[in-house]
């Protein structure tokens, strides 16, 4: 308790206390700290057991099921009474997330290898050795403490395994069941620990170079020269009511210096007499509050209220080598039988029939073949019958055909993200798949590694997902009113891996529910939803949410899959996936994705992003700024390698030699023009009109071109497609492609595209037969004139009127065209 308070350790602290109606009426200690009783289980109310450790999971469980303040807290600590708090132990400051807890490393825990193991778990292979300091959110402590508890007793009454050989237990006495109680019990519960061997040590013993515990057990002896402390010699002893008594006095630090010339040897010296005189400290002050007099002075009273030992014990921070995680390597038993094959994986991710989806669709399937992800890939394309027939990129990936949802067909709602979870729904439905495991992405995401469920511990009934913390209506009155289990609600998204069988029954909860929250615009607001725009567009990450406590579908989250680019990465994590939701920047470069939703960068050839700056110019002074830059210039860079490789594979012709191509074309057709054109006024117009044509001719041309290498493209997407089974709506030819319409590019410096002209000598020969047709329609158009003139010479003024009409009418068409094109920009920024 003093050691609580001198470490300043943030947030209550509570004593579960076990003791018998009989030892209840003659203990003394209730205001030793804030108290919770628990009745105890010393002596096991069914078997006669004899066995106190069991009161550590008896008490958990009984302060869950009756403590208030078990229902308003998020995490929770769990210590041994025989520790000094030499530092803040605040969960998510080392490591702590919800599905992953923290704890120490018992590798004498060797059970978790053997039979041990496989006799009390169902799944062995998820056994972790820990115990000591446990850091986890009470909705993991829920799941776990009844599994402790009943683990405990399970391991307790197998006699027959008891022997050092199988438990490690020096004493062989079965007193270290509720240790494994709570390592099977956590195995059965799907928790996989975050180990740490730096955040906790036991005195005597030697701290790492660099490391500073913020947690010292005193479990064990140890000793400082001659002077030495157990606890165990202390098991009757009723110090803290004798007034002025204290544990026999250490050696003082300048003795230790004088000691031992070792430096990190010296430290550990060091850590052994600050756990007693820290003891000491507590006890003085202890007896103090209890009224006893005044102690008499002595050196060793003096030491310990002097600043010399105030400096020495001050509160610990935690340091980046204390939070780092062990790689612990597990020996498993030597196992004859077969290695078992790794289930089969199937990726999915959707999109719209749009450039803004196509190119991301690019970057993404390159990532894909790139990273060495198992299994196949497809693309749920979520179109109207009328997208459809205008739409060019079937062949971008492996696709599956789903109805669009963008405009609800029964509320009128427009709300584009409704597309994912009735994709995903469509494509349950109507496809046959052999995969066990399905891996859920968004388009505009890039994958840096494979994605696996054996590596993140996926399992039925146990989706992974990545950690979406804004999502603060799992924790208020949005769960309560959308969601059976508002306990249960993970705040997750981005990458999923789930189970197929999961999947099925959840799918169309997921639907169901993000049409719900849709509809309650009453509940939009940021301080529910934590949505900033307030405009429900995050419907449906909270659809999913809501979708998977219904389920009781409980998420193994990691923080290790998924990253933004532009944020600074965790020192060591290898991330698998970028998500470039939002923008980022290196120096003066930025990206943001939202800026190239109407630029066509899929189907003009050549086009790709700004470059983003050269890894060897940036500053490296500051290591974590330097990740950060790093992880953002090796998306940027990837996303413009897949749209080069995509060019390529269009057959683009060389940008070199276009260019040379345009200008001399340029030149020869402004000849042919103006060799066989007079009239000053007529040259204009047909100047005007031939560009007009030239551009949609140039369009025509690529749409033709592009054709051919979609038919190429598709051979290879056919034979990939072949692995599954699809069932698609039909939605008309969709070989009957128009020419996309091509929005201009942002003029801006990080956001203008890099693309050369694509005229070519063919659209330089079409511009000159063109030009020609309508010189000659003029020419013929003035003969017409001429002789209606000489015949009837009172229509002259109607002739001048009927031209002026026929140019009025012409201008007319231009600005009709003008406004219809501002009108379909419009609709479509809308």
Same mark, same amino acid.
């Given at each position: 308790?003093?050691?609580?308070?001198?470490?300043?350790?943030?947030?209550?602290?509570?004593?579960?206390?076990?003791?018998?109606?009989?030892?209840?009426?003659?203990?003394?200690?209730?205001?030793?700290?804030?108290?919770?009783?628990?009745?105890?289980?010393s002596r096991?109310?069914?078997?006669?057991?004899?066995?106190?450790?069991?009161?550590?999971?008896?008490?958990?469980?009984? %302060?869950?099921?009756?403590?208030?303040?078990a229902?308003?807290?998020?995490?929770?600590?769990?210590?041994?009474?025989?520790?000094?708090? $030499?530092?803040?132990?605040?969960?998510?400051?080392?490591?702590?997330?919800?599905?992953?807890?923290?704890?120490?490393?018992y590798? !004498?825990?060797?059970?978790?290898?053997?039979?041990?193991?496989?006799?009390?778990?169902?799944?062995?292979?998820?056994?972790?050795?820990?115990?000591?300091?446990?850091?986890m959110?009470?909705?993991?402590?829920?799941?776990?403490?009844?599994?402790?508890?009943?683990?405990?007793?399970?391991?307790?009454?197998?006699?027959?395994?008891?022997?050092?050989?199988?438990?490690?237990d020096?004493?062989?006495?079965?007193?270290?069941?509720?240790?494994?109680?709570?390592?099977?019990?956590?195995?059965?519960?799907?928790?996989?620990?975050?180990?740490?061997?730096?955040?906790?040590? !036991?005195?005597?013993?030697?701290?790492?170079?660099?490391?500073?515990?913020?947690?010292?057990?005193?479990?064990?002896?140890?000793?400082?020269?001659?002077?030495?402390?157990?606890?165990?010699?202390?098991?009757?002893?009723?110090?803290?009511y004798? @007034?002025?008594?204290?544990?026999?006095e250490?050696?003082?630090?300048?003795?230790?210096?004088?000691?031992?010339?070792?430096?990190?040897?010296?430290?550990?010296?060091?850590l052994?007499?600050?756990?007693?005189?820290?003891?000491?400290?507590?006890?003085?002050?202890?007896?103090a509050?209890?009224?006893?007099?005044?102690?008499?002075?002595?050196?060793?009273?003096?030491?310990?209220?002097?600043?010399t030992?105030?400096?020495?014990?001050?509160?610990?921070?935690?340091?980046?080598?204390?939070?780092?995680?062990?790689?612990?390597?597990?020996?498993?038993?030597?196992?004859?039988?077969?290695?078992?094959?790794?289930?089969?994986?199937?990726?999915?991710?959707?999109?719209?029939?749009?450039?803004?989806?196509?190119?991301?669709?690019?970057?993404?399937?390159?990532?894909?073949?790139?990273?060495?992800?198992?299994? #196949?890939?497809?693309r749920?394309?979520?179109?109207?019958?009328?997208?459809?027939?205008?739409?060019?990129?079937?062949d971008?990936?492996?696709?599956?055909?789903?109805?669009?949802?963008?405009?609800?067909?029964?509320?009128?709602?427009? !709300?584009?993200?409704?597309?994912?979870?009735?994709a995903?729904?469509?494509w349950?439905?109507?496809?046959?798949?052999?995969?066990?495991?399905?891996v859920?992405?968004?388009a505009?995401?890039?994958?840096?590694?494979p994605?696996?469920p054996?590596e993140?511990n996926?399992?039925?009934?146990?989706?992974?997902?990545?950690?979406?913390?804004?999502?603060?209506?799992?924790?208020?009155?949005?769960?309560?009113?959308?969601?059976?289990?508002?306990?249960?609600?993970?705040?997750?998204?981005?990458?999923?891996i789930?189970?197929?069988?999961?999947?099925?029954?959840?799918?169309?909860?997921?639907?169901?529910?993000?049409?719900e929250?849709?509809?309650?615009?009453?509940?939009?607001s940021?301080?529910?939803?934590?949505?900033?725009?307030?405009?429900?567009?995050?419907?449906?990450?909270?659809?999913?949410?809501?979708?998977?406590?219904?389920?009781?579908?409980?998420?193994?989250?990691?923080?290790?899959?998924?990253?933004?680019?532009?944020?600074?990465?965790?020192?060591g994590?290898?991330?698998?996936?970028?998500?470039?939701?939002?923008?980022?920047?290196?120096?003066?470069?930025?990206?943001?994705?939202?800026?190239?939703?109407?630029?066509?960068?899929?189907?003009? @050839? %050549?086009?790709?992003?700004?470059?983003?700056?050269?890894p060897?110019?940036?500053?490296?002074s500051?290591?974590?700024?330097?990740?950060r830059?790093?992880?953002?210039?090796? @998306?940027?860079?990837t996303?413009?390698?897949?749209?080069?490789?995509?060019?390529?594979?269009?057959? @683009?012709?060389?940008?070199?030699?276009?260019?040379?191509?345009?200008?001399?074309?340029?030149?020869?057709?402004?000849?042919?023009?103006?060799?066989?054109?007079?009239?000053?006024?007529?040259?204009?117009?047909?100047?005007?009109?031939t560009?007009d044509?030239?551009?949609?001719?140039?369009?025509?041309? $690529?749409?033709?071109?592009?054709?051919?290498?979609?038919?190429?493209?598709?051979?290879?997407?056919?034979?990939?497609?072949?692995?599954?089974?699809?069932?698609?709506r039909?939605?008309?030819?969709?070989d009957?492609i128009?020419?996309?319409?091509?929005?201009?590019?942002?003029?801006?410096?990080?956001?203008?595209?890099?693309?050369?002209?694509t005229? #070519?000598?063919?659209?330089?020969?079409?511009?000159?037969?063109?030009?020609?047709?309508?010189?000659?329609?003029?020419?013929?158009?003035?003969?017409?004139?001429?002789?209606?003139?000489?015949?009837?010479?009172?229509?002259?003024?109607?002739?001048?009127?009927?031209?002026?009409?026929?140019?009025?009418?012409?201008?007319?068409?231009?600005?009709? #065209?003008?406004?219809? #094109?501002?009108?379909?920009?419009?609709?479509?920024?809308?």
């Amino acid at each position: 308790m003093h050691s609580y308070k001198k470490a300043q350790q943030p947030g209550p602290i509570t004593r579960l206390l076990s003791c018998t109606d009989e030892e209840r009426k003659n203990y003394r200690g209730m205001e030793l700290a804030p108290t919770f009783e628990v009745p105890s289980m010393s002596r096991h109310p069914k078997t006669g057991d004899w066995y106190p450790a069991i009161n550590k999971p008896a008490g958990v469980v009984h %302060w869950l099921k009756y403590s208030k303040e078990a229902q308003n807290v998020d995490w929770v600590v769990i210590l041994d009474a025989d520790m000094i708090i $030499r530092g803040p132990i605040v969960p998510w400051e080392i490591g702590a997330e919800k599905g992953r807890p923290v704890s120490a490393y018992y590798g !004498y825990l060797i059970g978790c290898d053997n039979v041990l193991a496989k006799l009390h778990t169902k799944h062995p292979e998820l056994c972790d050795k820990v115990g000591g300091l446990l850091a986890m959110h009470i909705d993991d402590l829920r799941a776990l403490a009844p599994l402790w508890l009943s683990k405990t007793e399970e391991v307790r009454e197998d006699r027959a395994h008891w022997p050092t050989n199988y438990t490690g237990d020096i004493y062989g006495t079965g007193w270290i069941s509720e240790m494994y109680g709570y390592s099977f019990g956590a195995a059965e519960a799907r928790l996989r620990h975050k180990i740490n061997d730096n955040l906790m040590i !036991y005195p005597g013993y030697i701290p790492r170079e660099g490391v500073e515990p913020i947690l010292m057990h005193y479990g064990l002896p140890f000793n400082v020269g001659n002077w030495s402390f157990s606890k165990l010699q202390h098991h009757d002893d009723d110090i803290v009511y004798n @007034c002025s008594r204290l544990f026999p006095e250490p050696p003082y630090p300048r003795e230790i210096t004088q000691m031992e010339p070792d430096r990190n040897k010296r430290r550990a010296l060091f850590l052994n007499i600050e756990c007693i005189n820290t003891l000491n400290e507590g006890l003085l002050l202890q007896h103090a509050a209890f009224g006893c007099p005044k102690p008499k002075w002595s050196k060793y009273l003096s030491f310990l209220k002097s600043k010399t030992f105030a400096e020495l014990s001050r509160a610990k921070p935690l340091t980046s080598q204390s939070r780092q995680m062990m790689e612990v390597e597990v020996h498993k038993e030597v196992d004859n039988a077969p290695e078992k094959p790794h289930p089969k994986i199937h990726t999915i991710f959707s999109t719209e029939c749009s450039p803004y989806f196509d190119w991301q669709t690019v970057g993404l399937v390159h990532s894909f073949y790139k990273s060495g992800q198992p299994g #196949n890939i497809t693309r749920l394309l979520s179109c109207t019958e009328e997208d459809l027939k205008q739409y060019k990129g079937h062949d971008l990936a492996p696709t599956h055909y789903v109805p669009s949802m963008s405009r609800h067909p029964l509320t009128g709602d427009w !709300y584009p993200a409704i597309n994912k979870p009735a994709a995903v729904l469509h494509w349950m439905n109507h496809v046959k798949t052999d995969a066990e495991y399905i891996v859920i992405l968004d388009a505009d995401m890039i994958m840096r590694g494979p994605i696996t469920p054996w590596e993140f511990n996926a399992a039925r009934g146990h989706p992974v997902s990545t950690p979406y913390d804004y999502l603060i209506g799992c924790d208020n009155v949005l769960a309560k009113l959308h969601t059976r289990h508002p306990e249960a609600c993970d705040k997750v998204g981005g990458v999923i891996i789930m189970h197929v069988d999961d999947l099925r029954k959840f799918a169309l909860q997921w639907l169901h529910k993000t049409v719900e929250v849709r509809l309650d615009r009453s509940h939009w607001s940021k301080n529910i939803t934590g949505d900033v725009y307030e405009a429900g567009w995050i419907s449906e990450m909270y659809g999913y949410s809501f979708g998977a406590a219904e389920l009781n579908l409980r998420h193994v989250i990691s923080d290790e899959i998924l990253i933004y680019p532009g944020y600074v990465p965790a020192p060591g994590v290898n991330y698998r996936v970028f998500h470039y939701g939002l923008e980022y920047r290196v120096g003066n470069w930025s990206f943001d994705k939202a800026n190239w939703r109407h630029v066509d960068l899929v189907n003009q @050839c %050549w086009a790709k992003f700004p470059d983003p700056p050269d890894p060897s110019s940036l500053d490296q002074s500051d290591n974590n700024s330097l990740q950060r830059d790093l992880l953002s210039i090796e @998306c940027a860079t990837t996303l413009n390698e897949a749209l080069h490789i995509h060019h390529e594979r269009r057959k @683009c012709p060389d940008p070199n030699s276009i260019s040379t191509a345009n200008q001399d074309t340029t030149n020869e057709t402004r000849t042919n023009a103006e060799t066989r054109t007079n009239d000053d006024e007529s040259r204009t117009n047909a100047e005007t009109r031939t560009n007009d044509d030239e551009t949609r001719t140039n369009a025509e041309t $690529r749409t033709n071109g592009e054709t051919r290498t979609d038919s190429e493209t598709r051979t290879s997407a056919e034979a990939r497609m072949a692995v599954e089974t699809t069932t698609s709506r039909k939605f008309g030819k969709v070989d009957d492609i128009q020419g996309l319409r091509h929005d201009d590019v942002p003029k801006n410096n990080s956001q203008q595209s890099s693309q050369p002209d694509t005229s #070519n000598g063919t659209f330089s020969s079409m511009r000159f037969w063109i030009m020609a047709l309508w010189a000659v329609s003029i020419f013929a158009f003035l003969g017409v004139m001429s002789v209606m003139l000489k015949g009837r010479k009172g229509l002259k003024k109607r002739g001048k009127g009927y031209k002026s009409k026929r140019r009025t009418s012409y201008s007319g068409f231009w600005n009709t #065209n003008g406004q219809d #094109n501002r009108h379909i920009r419009s609709a479509e920024t809308a």
